[in-house]
């Protein structure tokens, strides 16, 4: 069926034939715009600003869940890489390869401009 074809007898059709639909897709329940009920003379009806405080609500939660995602994907790839920085130093076999590792291979693991090194000698 065409979408400048469906009419409302078509949605509300459909929508009888399938009560679950807003279980299925409850994503659709956010954009649909309740009715205003008419409560009498002296009784304000709040739906519609409870309605449009969760809206808000539930926007503000998923702008925090998308941040929160993308944090913890970020520092699972900076402890990648310094895993792979501990591995390549403690693998080095002698002084010279340590230095090797610190000099040509350190800065690219961790994803740094440089790296530092300051060794300390003791009092003997």
């Known amino acids: 069926m065409k979408a400048d074809a469906l009419t409302d ?4 059709t459909y929508l009888r034939r399938n009560p679950d639909f807003l279980v299925r897709h409850p994503d659709i329940a956010g954009v649909l715009i309740p009715p205003v009920r008419a409560m009498g003379e002296g009784v304000v009806d709040l739906q519609q600003f409870i309605v449009q405080k969760l809206r808000s609500d539930i926007s503000r939660l998923k ?5 929160l995602i993308a944090t913890s994907r970020n520092n ?16 080095a ?6 230095i090797t590792v610190l000099t040509d291979e350190l800065a690219s ?6 790296v530092g090194f300051c060794l300390e000698a003791s009092g003997e």
């Open 93 to 98: 076999r002698s002084f010279e390869d340590f």
């Open 63 to 67: 702008l925090n869940q998308r941040k």
């Open 9 to 12: 007898a078509a949605v509300l």
């Open 76 to 91: 699972l790839v900076s402890q990648g890489r310094v895993h792979a920085a501990i591995i390549a130093l403690i693998g």
């Open 109 to 114: 693991l961790l994803d740094v401009d440089a």
